[in-house]
């Protein structure tokens, strides 16, 4: 995990966090006046990670998708309702995504990872050489973009490509979009604020990805490594705001 307040910046309103023994990953990217921005962000993550924890006891047998909306819902109250103590954080909110990594004891070899997001913080996964995005941002860009209304170009430029369409604690309720895929031994999962993808392009980041992981050992990344080389690149880009990233690789 990597984060950093950019060159534009003076707060830095993302926050990451991460329980590996349980395989739970999340990144937030905060928003709201004065401090509003770190408090969501902070807030969030950490409630979303309590709610993750062994002994929710129903929680603990409900599947991935449940128990990740679960997590998603109570960092969503958790904010709003702090959000109502001050006048000053009034429209406090954050983005969120998140995984989590489950093995089977009858399949360790196929293991499952499950994603969940609310706004534009995205998750890439790196197999074979390539780089896919396997999020859709909760924006007013991506649904012009996903409409037809505008170009994957114009929309990487759009002056309003900041105004996401869900956040976590802005609203009494959220809807988090949340789906399962197969993991294969060697994957990078990438979760990262926009932070990332402002400055650079997915092809870029890929470029990045496929340099890094060419100098490991054995198929494995130096993910510190790479978690700093994509920090540094975003903010040799402009850094304009806040850049977080968060790497797991499968072993």
Do not use: W
Request: glycine share 10%; proline share 3%.
């Amino acid at each position: 995990m990597l984060s950093h307040v950019g060159r534009v910046r003076k707060n830095n309103e993302d926050f990451c966090a991460q329980l590996p023994a349980q395989g739970v990953f999340v990144v937030c990217d905060g928003m709201g006046g004065a401090a509003a921005g770190e408090i969501a962000s902070e807030l969030a993550a950490h409630t979303f990670l309590r709610m993750m924890t062994p002994g929710r006891r129903r929680l603990d047998l409900a599947t991935a998708e449940v128990r990740l909306d679960a997590a998603v819902r109570a960092a969503n109250k958790a904010v709003f309702e702090y959000s109502r103590k001050s006048a000053q954080l009034h429209g406090m909110g954050t983005t969120l995504v998140g995984l989590v990594v489950e093995v089977s004891e009858t399949l360790p070899e196929l293991p499952t990872v499950t994603l969940v997001h609310v706004g534009d913080s995205r998750c890439y996964r790196f197999r074979e050489g390539a780089l896919e995005l396997l999020t859709r941002d909760h924006s007013l860009v991506e649904e012009q973009l996903r409409l037809g209304e505008i170009s994957a170009m114009e929309a990487h430029h759009h002056p309003m490509r900041n105004i996401i369409t869900r956040a976590v604690g802005s609203h009494p309720l959220v809807e988090p979009e949340i789906r399962g895929v197969a993991a294969a031994s060697g994957d990078i999962y990438l979760l990262a604020s926009d932070g990332l993808n402002r400055e650079l392009s997915d092809a870029e980041i890929g470029k990045i990805v496929q340099l890094v992981v060419a100098r490991g050992e054995g198929g494995q990344a130096n993910l510190e490594v790479l978690a700093k080389t994509l920090v540094d690149a975003a903010n040799d880009q402009g850094g304009g705001d806040n850049v977080t990233v968060l790497l797991v690789q499968m072993g």
